[in-house]
């Protein structure tokens, strides 16, 4: 059996062998809820990012909040480092498992507790999935705004821990934005709850604080999320250019002319034409890019915002202009937006999805400097991403059979990340830091913020034991990295100026 080595490197204690920990999760959960045979637990070995992988020697699957509390408190117990899960969507090693330490899935929280139509709101476990929060509040013309692409499969729960966003982010905001309250276990087994169904909570808003948290501060078993009413209207423009780089000053135009859209999307060319034979969404497949701008609210506000939309595309260089005609082909446009990931597979065997956030003004910079990179790594990349707020998703195609593909993919995407920010953007937009990101956290990030960032984790989970060796990275790490650029001139930082 694999030891179970202590995450906080105290010796005092004696490390416990799996077969310890698998006999106390079964004194504490049913048997069918403790896997720990490989055929069992090897469909937990990583998320939606298959770069990492480990096989985590058992999972444990709680039915009720009290399994929750007694897992949580036989992990401090024992010392074992623990790994909640959501639907396992993330892409950014977020729910990686450890492996030495107990995979804990959330997928059978799965309860819509309470629709309140009145206030407004509702209450699901975080098994959820985020479309079936909409599906359930739309009988009573209410909705859940934030849609990962995702949506259809992702979980609420996961949206918390990624702060997750969507297509609709722009206008309506990201998780953070739409949860109103959350309750958690913490490692210690207690039942807290954060934030509150009235307009503000007394005392610190550690709602904020423990939404994009990534599983390092607690285990969520219950949402309060915020509904609003559906729009009586919306449609879509999509806006042709002859390049990436006019498609991006049109983003900064719109936004410059006081135009807040519901969504403003863009794809390059490669992603236009990766997408429009899986979807077949009427893309304008000749263009070198393209926006989905969408309007929303009643008939009269729609019409007039989707003509001065029109108006600064136009004044921006667009090539062409179609307008969606009814709801069939609106939802047609976003089809195919919303399916440009699964898309790559049909293209390449592999693809590096990544998350980086820049200022809306560097756009056209950015992305001109990501088409140069793809000579220099040899590897190709489509854009497809949030414009309106600036969160690139860069998709790099690469072939894992390959080795070396691999490792440029990793190169291409760091390289990425490090423009962003050094053109004063962020590492990541939604997705998350997990695995992924973590070497970048010490370019963006000096050692005494990092030194902050942990000490919060300390006050929620003093012993280290959730979601351990992610997100924040260690002063070795980031000393390692730094000599790696120094030494290693294939990897040294990006230089704009050559952009």
Not at 49 to 54: G, V
Not at 162 to 187: A, D, F, Q
Not at 188 to 198: H, K, N, T
Not at 299 to 326: P, W, Y
Request: negative net charge.
């Amino acid at each position: 059996m694999n030891s179970l080595v202590e995450p906080n490197l105290s010796h005092t204690q004696q490390p416990f062998s799996a077969k310890q920990v698998i006999d106390a999760l079964h004194a504490v959960l049913p048997a069918h809820c403790v896997l720990h045979r490989e055929e069992d637990t090897r469909p937990y070995e990583c998320d939606g990012l298959s770069l990492y992988r480990a096989l985590p020697p058992v999972v444990a699957l709680p039915e009720t909040e009290e399994q929750v509390i007694a897992v949580l408190r036989l992990c401090k117990r024992l010392n074992v480092p623990l790994v909640a899960r959501g639907a396992g969507t993330g892409l950014s090693g977020g729910a990686l498992p450890h492996a030495q330490g107990v995979l804990m899935g959330l997928a059978k929280f799965n309860r819509i507790r309470r629709i309140d139509p009145a206030s407004g709101t509702a209450v699901v476990e975080p098994g959820v999935r985020n479309l079936a929060i909409s599906e359930a509040a739309a009988p009573y013309g209410l909705y859940y705004a934030p849609d990962p692409s995702s949506q259809i499969a992702c979980s609420i729960g996961g949206n918390v821990a990624e702060n997750s966003g969507g297509v609709h982010c722009l206008k309506y905001g990201l998780t953070v934005h739409n949860v109103l309250r959350v309750r958690v276990v913490t490692i210690d087994g207690e039942v807290v709850e954060l934030g509150s169904e009235a307009p503000d909570a007394p005392g610190l808003d550690l709602l904020s604080v423990f939404i994009g948290s990534e599983g390092m501060l607690g285990v969520v078993t219950e949402i309060t999320v915020k509904l609003i009413p559906k729009p009586a209207c919306a449609q879509v423009i999509m806006a042709s250019f002859s390049s990436a780089e006019a498609a991006g000053q049109a983003v900064t135009d719109v936004i410059a002319a006081g135009i807040i859209p519901a969504g403003l999307e863009m794809m390059d060319r490669q992603a236009v034409q990766m997408v429009e034979p899986f979807v077949n969404a009427g893309y304008d497949v000749s263009a070198q890019a393209i926006l989905l701008c969408e309007s929303d609210g009643t008939a009269e506000e729609v019409a007039h915002e989707i003509q001065h939309m029109e108006a600064v595309f136009r004044k921006a260089g667009a090539t062409r202009l179609q307008v969606s005609r009814d709801e069939a082909e609106r939802l047609r446009f976003w089809a195919g937006r919303k399916n440009a990931f699964p898309a790559a597979g049909r293209v390449s065997p592999d693809y590096y999805c990544m998350d980086g956030t820049i200022p809306r003004r560097h756009l056209a910079r950015v992305l001109g400097a990501i088409e140069q990179m793809e000579d220099e790594f040899g590897l190709r990349c489509a854009n497809v991403f949030h414009a309106g707020d600036g969160n690139l998703h860069p998709l790099i195609l690469f072939d894992s059979n390959k080795p070396d593909e691999v490792e440029r993919a990793e190169k291409f995407g760091a390289a990425i990340l490090e423009l962003c920010v050094q053109v004063g953007g962020t590492l990541t937009g939604e997705h998350g830091v997990g695995m992924e990101k973590i070497n970048q956290m010490c370019v963006q990030f000096t050692r005494d913020e990092l030194d902050a960032f942990l000490a919060v984790k300390r006050a929620f989970d003093p012993p280290g034991l959730l979601n351990p060796e992610k997100v924040i990275p260690t002063l070795a790490r980031c000393a390692e990295y730094g000599k790696m650029h120094v030494h290693a001139g294939e990897m040294s930082f990006p230089d704009l100026a050559r952009f």
